[in-house]
């Protein structure tokens, strides 16, 4: 905190954040783990996703495959389990997600039409000499 002729400025270093259009209800979670061991193989969320638009929509987030949303992504980055793999206690657990905004998702497609057709061209230009050498 900061006072400078009398007004106070507050001063906090931090991550920056940014409100999200959506908000996410966890209905379930599944872990699955290895046989015999307690390693997990694979977790995912059952999760509602309500936007501020009042759209409700019910989705599945597991570990290789993110909900696409309004040109949001949301990950299942990890998750917090009860102690005790048999507590059936839902406070024990929860879905920790990572949220990334991609404004450049489109960029590897467009290159790729870009090469596409710089391809076709090329072969368009050349076919006529590679008729002649062929009669």
């Not at 061991?37 to 638009?53: C, K, M, P």
């Not at 990950?75 to 929860?94: G, I, K």
Request: charged share 15%; with cysteine; proline share 6%.
């Amino acid at each position: 905190t900061l006072i400078h002729e009398d007004k106070t400025y507050h001063i906090i270093l931090r991550r920056a954040q940014t409100e999200l259009p959506f908000s996410i209800e966890l209905t379930q979670f599944i872990r699955e783990v290895y046989p015999g061991t307690n390693t997990a193989r694979g977790f995912s969320s059952d999760v509602i996703l309500h936007s501020s638009d009042g759209i409700q929509w019910p989705a599945r987030i597991a570990m290789n495959a993110p909900l696409r949303f309004k040109g949001w992504t949301i990950y299942q980055a990890s998750f917090v389990d009860a102690e005790n793999s048999n507590d059936p206690n839902p406070s024990n657990q929860a879905s920790i997600f990572a949220v990334v905004q991609n404004k450049g998702r489109l960029i590897p497609y467009i290159t790729s039409l870009v090469l596409c057709l710089g391809l076709f061209v090329h072969l368009f230009i050349r076919l006529p000499i590679l008729w002649k050498k062929s009669t």
